[in-house]
Structure formats: C-alpha cells, structure tokens
C-alpha cells in the first residue's frame, strides 16, 4: 500500500525496541460494524470516538490524506485499528480498514500505574 511506503519513508514506524515496521493500535471495530471516517472524526456504530479527528499533517507539519469513509459495513476479514488516547496517532484514520490478517500479535497489559 503506498500509505504505508510513505509512512516508513517518514519514520512513523520507528520503535526503539522494535527495528520491524509495526504499529501497536486497538481494534476499533471488526466484522458487522458500521464506520465513517471523515474531517470531524471515526464514528463506530453512530458513536464518535475520542481524540479520533484526522490531522491536516503530522508532527513535522508534513501533510496528511485522512481515509474517507460513510457508512461503511467492515467485512468479516476486516479491522479498523485506533489509538484511543493519542489524536496524533498514525492509524486508521489515514490507511482505512484492514484486513485481519495484517494483526500479527495481540498485546495485553501486564502492569499498568497512574
């Protein structure tokens, strides 16, 4: 996909413990679900996620194309993966729906503090 080229070209996939191109984002939604994506936000069944607004460009102030999408029914093989506290997250906002299969892992917490 030539979002992800571009994300690897400007660095969005560089983890210090990690040298694999890899993002660690929370499914949003999966099979059945009904998304929209647009300038004001991701709506997941009618409900507008937090922090969920796609930037006109990231941090380096290089521009971003937010993924447009109305009403649209995830397949079964498909995910929409988001950050739900980061609003400058690279994530579903701008790549869309993926597949499943893309999911290489799952990641649960083992310790957590305040």
């Given at each position: 996909m030539p979002i992800f080229e571009l994300a690897k070209a400007?660095?969005?996939?560089?983890v210090a413990y990690s040298p694999a191109a890899h993002l660690m984002k929370r499914v949003a939604a999966t099979a059945g679900d009904r998304v929209?994506?647009?300038l004001a936000g991701v709506q997941v069944n009618g409900i507008?996620?937090?922090n969920s607004a796609p930037l006109p460009c990231d941090l380096a102030g290089r521009p971003l194309q937010?993924?447009?999408?109305?009403d649209h029914f995830l397949g079964p093989d498909e995910v929409l993966?988001?950050?739900d506290y980061n609003p400058a997250?690279?994530?579903s906002r701008y790549f869309g729906p993926l597949n499943a299969t893309t999911i290489e892992a799952v990641v649960k917490?083992?310790?957590t503090w305040n």
């Open positions: 400007r660095g969005y996939f560089d929209t994506i647009d507008r996620l937090a937010p993924y447009i999408l109305k993966l988001m950050s997250s690279f994530d917490a083992v310790l």
